[in-house]
């Protein structure tokens, strides 16, 4: 799945100068994305004693945003030296598809293969992924310095969520394959921290810049389905969201050393498929108890605990997790802000203590195994010379880049205020990915 933030500072290029930009799962969790100071790598996520550099680039430093569409050579970057430019690469023909520029700084970019949204602090760009043209400006949305959004991965509805208020945990649910409002969802008393979908769509799920209840809502009806307390002990900053593929888990990171696993259980009438624990007695007689406690008290003691934890060697300021299975089997995956990607083993069934499979840096020589990620990388090669360039395959001219202003469109309607989209660089025929291996955004043609 992909989560809900980015590892490695704030989702804008004003973060403080750590090691590494940012790192992010892509939709499936099948890849890493790293931004660097001098590039980004791309890490493939098929075996947990293995991590394989499939790419690696240098040609633009100090990446703070990269993502990459499923497991498509289609990957976004956004850089510290042009915060408002976004550049859309082939990353196995080593050509830019096309580029965007924004009036402000670009905070987060989420992209499934109908739609890539762009979010700025206070209006959200929502384009067509097939031909990159603009469809849709949500303009003076509330103040969201974070670039806090999330995008559904299930293309056939292409669900956008993104705070409705700056001040209060509301959430907007946006339909944005047909431009429009769905509803907005009332999820928390203080401004929102995460947010992420499940991967058919019909889950999202929420925390609150306190950090101590995460809550999870039916899409597209905004009804309350489950509510976990995270901790009561102290407020944190949750960073990371993330249901697991078959969206009966979702996992959640912070600036803790704690990593907490929840699972999404529906127990029937009678209470049959509860586990016959210590934790469920005490939690029926608390429901028992719950008529004669004031409404605050019952609400906390009725809410789920973490099925399954980890502890990580410190705590980070930012990290990002995922759930995903690997070699067949349930895995905790957790990349650090000191730059290290944790593999954990779950166990579906009792949860607990995850025990650590594997712990690979994501620079320099990895400790366990004696030898770095960059060199297993190494053996991939750069960008090959011998492909022609995406003007050619998309009908481009090849003396120079094309821009152009097109009327933008807001909830308005656009054209009244007479918006004007930023200037940019656009395909001006479908993006073709040459790989009939992967699902391009468009159907497959020969390039």
């Not at 431009?179 to 995460?194: E, G, K, N």
């Not at 907490?260 to 108890?289: C, N, R």
Request: hydrophobic share 35%; proline share 5%.
């Amino acid at each position: 799945m992909e989560t809900g933030e980015s590892a490695g500072g704030p989702g804008g290029p004003d973060g403080q100068g750590i090691r590494f930009g940012c790192a992010s799962f892509n939709q499936d969790s099948t890849s890493l994305a790293l931004g660097t100071k001098t590039g980004y790598k791309l890490f493939s996520l098929t075996t947990v004693e293995k991590l394989d550099c499939i790419h690696e680039s240098a040609e633009t430093p100090d990446v703070y945003i990269v993502e990459r569409l499923f497991s498509s050579s289609l990957v976004v970057v956004v850089s510290h030296a042009m915060p408002q430019r976004m550049n859309i690469y082939h990353f196995k023909k080593g050509t830019e598809i096309c580029n965007y520029s924004y009036p402000n700084n670009i905070l987060s970019v989420r992209l499934n293969r109908q739609r890539l949204m762009v979010c700025l602090e206070d209006s959200i760009y929502i384009h067509n992924i097939k031909d990159m043209k603009l469809l849709k400006t949500l303009l003076n949305t509330p103040s969201n310095p974070s670039g806090l959004c999330a995008l559904s991965i299930n293309h056939s509805n292409s669900y956008l969520a993104y705070p409705g208020s700056a001040t209060i945990g509301e959430i907007i649910v946006y339909d944005a394959n047909n431009l429009s409002t769905v509803t907005m969802i009332p999820a928390h008393d203080s401004p929102l921290a995460a947010l992420t979908f499940n991967g058919s769509a019909t889950k999202l799920a929420s925390a609150s810049e306190r950090g101590t209840v995460i809550r999870v809502f039916s899409i597209p009806e905004g009804l309350r389905l489950f509510e976990f307390r995270r901790g009561m002990k102290r407020y944190v900053s949750i960073s990371s969201l993330s249901f697991s593929p078959d969206g009966q888990f979702l996992c959640a990171s912070s600036n803790t050393e704690t990593v907490h696993i929840f699972k999404l259980e529906q127990l029937g009438p009678s209470g049959e498929d509860e586990a016959a624990t210590w934790s469920a007695y005490v939690g029926k007689m608390f429901s028992a108890a719950s008529s004669y406690l004031p409404a605050q008290v019952s609400g906390m003691m009725s809410q789920d605990r973490a099925f399954a934890t980890v502890h990580l060697l410190m705590s980070s300021q930012r990290n990002v997790c995922t759930l995903a299975v690997i070699q067949k089997l349930p895995r905790l995956l957790v990349a650090t802000d000191d730059g290290q990607l944790f593999i954990y083993n779950v166990d579906p069934q009792d949860g607990g203590e995850c025990m650590l499979a594997h712990k690979h840096r994501l620079f320099g020589v990895d400790d366990d195994q004696g030898e770095g990620t960059e060199s297993e990388g190494s053996e991939v090669t750069g960008p090959a010379q011998t492909y022609p360039s995406y003007a050619a395959t998309a009908a481009l001219p090849a003396s120079g880049p094309v821009t152009a202003t097109l009327t933008g469109y807001s909830e308005d309607g656009g054209a009244v205020k007479g918006e004007v989209i930023p200037e940019h660089e656009f395909a001006a025929g479908p993006v073709c990915l040459d790989d009939e291996n992967e699902f391009p955004p468009v159907s497959i043609q020969k390039c």
